[in-house]
């Protein structure tokens, strides 16, 4: 059976997260039932990373198992007929190794959270950003971040159903910057590592609000980090900010393909 790798952008707010759930609209489900369109059969697919309800991605990666040869642009443009009106996209499609999988052959994965600063309500951009009404001290904020890089007990950022086996990750790459968007200004904050705790991201940003806010110190970051406690975190942030922005592997299996 062939095997194919399918980059996905969507938009979570309609989705009850990424995995597939009895009687409850996902992302994984209308994928699945796009490719039953094409093959009349049971399918599953494994994602790159499960997002959470709400939660948006503009480069999750997925793989499939098709019976027929298909050539990817054709399988491409057929799923994209076919998951309409879901907010779902394929945006790209490749041939891949049978043993090549989406989420095991990882080496990382980016995500990007966007902050809205503005008091009225946000139109344009409803459901794709958490809005806070007051501004934000990025220098504060590049401070608390930077006692979570590298390597670390990460308990207290992680939610008390986390299922990984381990608490201990390694942070490569937090950076917030300033942005001009739509609907006023932004922060984002742009995150990158092999592997995230469930929640991690969400309880970064939630505890790094509060610094940027002035209602904690920089070095209660560490303090935080330090007690690897789940009480000792700030406010875990809602989840519309967030965006699952890219995966990364050995060789990008869509690295030849222009659409």
């Known amino acids: 059976?062939?095997?194919y790798a399918l980059k996905v952008e969507y938009n979570g707010a309609p989705f009850a997260g990424w995995q597939r759930q009895n009687d409850l609209p996902t992302v994984q489900g209308a994928i699945e039932a796009a490719l039953a369109k094409l093959e009349p059969r049971d399918h599953t697919i494994a994602a790159a990373g499960r997002t959470d309800a709400g939660v948006?991605?503009?480069?999750?990666v997925a793989?499939?198992?098709?019976?027929?040869?298909?050539?990817?642009?054709?399988?491409?443009?057929a799923l994209n007929y076919h998951l309409k009106p879901d907010p779902v996209a394929i945006t790209a499609c490749a041939l891949v190794e049978d043993d090549?999988?989406?989420r095991?052959?990882?080496m990382e994965r980016r995500y990007l959270f966007r902050v809205?600063?503005?008091r009225a309500p946000a139109v344009h951009d409803r459901g794709q950003v958490w809005q806070v009404p007051h501004p934000l001290d990025v220098d504060a904020m590049r401070k608390g971040a930077a006692y979570l890089l590298g390597k670390?007990?990460?308990t207290t950022f992680r939610s008390s159903i986390c299922q990984a086996a381990s608490p201990v990750k390694t942070l490569d790459v937090l950076d917030i910057s300033e942005a001009s968007g739509v609907s006023g200004p932004e922060i984002h904050f742009h995150l990158r590592a092999r592997s995230f705790l469930h929640n991690q991201v969400r309880s970064f940003v939630g505890t790094l609000e509060r610094v940027g806010s002035g209602a904690w110190a920089p070095?209660?970051?560490k303090t935080a980090l330090e007690a690897c406690e789940r009480s000792a975190c700030g406010p875990v942030c809602p989840p519309q900010g967030l965006y699952l922005a890219g995966v990364e592997y050995p060789d990008d299996p869509f690295g030849k393909i222009a659409l």
């Open 1 to 3: 059976m062939p095997r």
């Open 56 to 60: 948006h991605a503009t480069a999750q």
């Open 63 to 77: 793989h499939c198992d098709m019976i027929k040869d298909w050539n990817p642009f054709r399988l491409n443009e």
């Open 100 to 102: 090549w999988h989406a």
């Open 104 to 106: 095991f052959s990882a």
């Open 116 to 118: 809205l600063m503005r």
């Open 152 to 154: 670390h007990d990460f």
């Open 219 to 221: 070095e209660d970051v």
